[in-house]
């Protein structure tokens, strides 16, 4: 994390120091409704205090809960994952799926969210086959950072580059894994009310978008399905972003790290009709950090600091989605990489050895029977008897 908490503050200091070099054109700020986006409320993002259409026309009724809707066409409770960011520490929640699966308990999901590389696991999650597994094997114990991304040089970021580095080698991946065939076995779940979600953060209105995948894939758009993986995926500075429709996206991790489907809707919803489902929240980072003497120089204060701050909007988006999880009376279960784990300091290494210490370290962790905690951890930030208040509310 470190390193990379070094190259992004080396990206602020050059584009300050680039800043009259180059002049990029200008852009116009796109008023193109989202025609597969809402908020994560389930609201229009250009209209924000109006319930979105898109969402209407999921759940048939205008401000229904979706996983009441989802309940009902089901007939039982259901089994919710979300997947978090976290880059190369995407390999923690590749493994840890897998070994899901061989301890025969992963359930079949009704809905997944993902967001960054939760979001380039997520297709192959929500499609859960044993061939989809062998995929997400492969995409998390044999890349390299050349498989990701290449570094743009001093031309080309005089020459006006928007980031450090250049993501077509992560496009090429994503159409590799991302294809045709995936496309119309997302729209066949769909058709059997199953849901795929994706979030990106849209740069322009500040806003987190949260896509639905499977209406993409119903529309057969195998572009903009893999664009939207690309966007959730840019992460901001290093990674350029992604422009859609004239909006620009970065990495969803910008805003929020997690992305938990069902949390939307007008009103609060009414109690489970089925009883209790499940939330499943992977978190692809440690929840929890061991303190470390900080050098008091400019670079390590200000890179630490970036750092503290990604890590508290993890946190907040965490505690928001065990309260969102227990007011749609549901069970909540989080995992996240133990501290043991040696993953390194820097989440864009892609380094090999790293990944396969993460893949192993969840695959192995998946096959305990309690590998799973019932509630966020607690830093600090929230007193102890409010999550407990949250806990006996529903």
Same mark, same amino acid.
């Given at each position: ?16 120091? !680039?800043?009259?070099? #180059?002049?990029?054109?200008? *852009? ?15 609201? =229009?993002?250009?209209?924000? #205090? ?21 309940? %009902? ?27 899901? *699966?061989?301890?025969? %308990? ?22 859960? #086959?044993?061939?989809?597994?062998? *995929?997400?094997?492969?995409?998390? #114990? ?30 090429? !991946? ?19 009310? %199953? ?19 499977? !209406? ?34 970065? =990495?969803?991790?910008? %805003? ?37 003497? !900080? ?100």
């Amino acid at each position: 994390m470190r390193q990379t908490k070094f190259v992004v503050l080396s990206a602020f200091l050059t584009v300050l120091l !680039l800043a009259g070099c #180059t002049s990029p054109p200008e *852009r116009v700020l796109s008023e193109k409704a989202p025609s597969y986006a809402t908020l994560p409320n389930g609201f =229009d993002p250009l209209n924000p #205090t109006q319930p979105s259409a898109l969402y209407a026309a999921v759940t048939s009724t205008p401000g229904d809960n979706i996983v009441r809707y989802l309940e %009902r066409k089901h007939g039982r409770p259901l089994n919710l994952l979300s997947l978090s960011g976290g880059g190369q520490n995407g390999a923690f929640g590749a493994g840890f799926l897998i070994g899901w *699966r061989e301890s025969g %308990r992963r359930p079949q999901f009704d809905a997944v969210g993902g967001v960054s590389t939760g979001a380039l696991l997520a297709t192959h999650a929500f499609l859960g #086959t044993p061939a989809d597994d062998m *995929r997400l094997e492969e995409m998390y #114990t044999k890349v390299t950072k050349d498989d990701i991304y290449r570094d743009n040089g001093i031309i080309d970021i005089l020459s006006g580059a928007d980031s450090l580095r250049n993501t077509a080698p992560l496009r090429a !991946l994503i159409a590799k894994y991302i294809t045709a065939e995936e496309l119309k076995r997302v729209a066949a779940a769909f058709a059997e009310n %199953r849901l795929l979600v994706v979030g990106t953060t849209n740069i322009d209105y500040g806003q987190t978008w949260v896509w639905n995948m499977s !209406l993409i894939a119903k529309a057969g758009d195998l572009k903009l399905y893999r664009k939207v993986l690309l966007a959730s995926a840019s992460f901001p500075i290093v990674f350029p972003p992604v422009e859609i429709d004239g909006h620009l996206f970065v =990495d969803g991790a910008a %805003r929020s790290n997690v992305v938990v489907p069902g949390m939307g809707g007008t009103q609060k919803p009414n109690p489970p009709i089925h009883g209790p489902g499940n939330v499943y929240l992977i978190d692809n980072g440690r929840s929890k950090h061991p303190p470390e003497a !900080l050098r008091r120089a400019l670079g390590e204060v200000a890179a630490t600091t970036i750092g503290v701050m990604m890590d508290q909007s993890m946190q907040t988006a965490l505690t928001r989605s065990y309260f969102g999880t227990k007011f749609l009376g549901y069970t909540f279960n989080m995992v996240a990489i133990p501290d043991d784990v040696e993953i390194g300091k820097d989440p864009l290494a892609f380094d090999p050895k790293q990944m396969r210490a993460a893949f192993d370290k969840g695959r192995a962790l998946a096959m305990q029977p309690d590998s799973w905690s019932t509630a966020p951890p607690n830093v600090g930030d929230i007193p102890s008897w409010a999550l407990e208040a949250i806990k006996l509310a529903n």
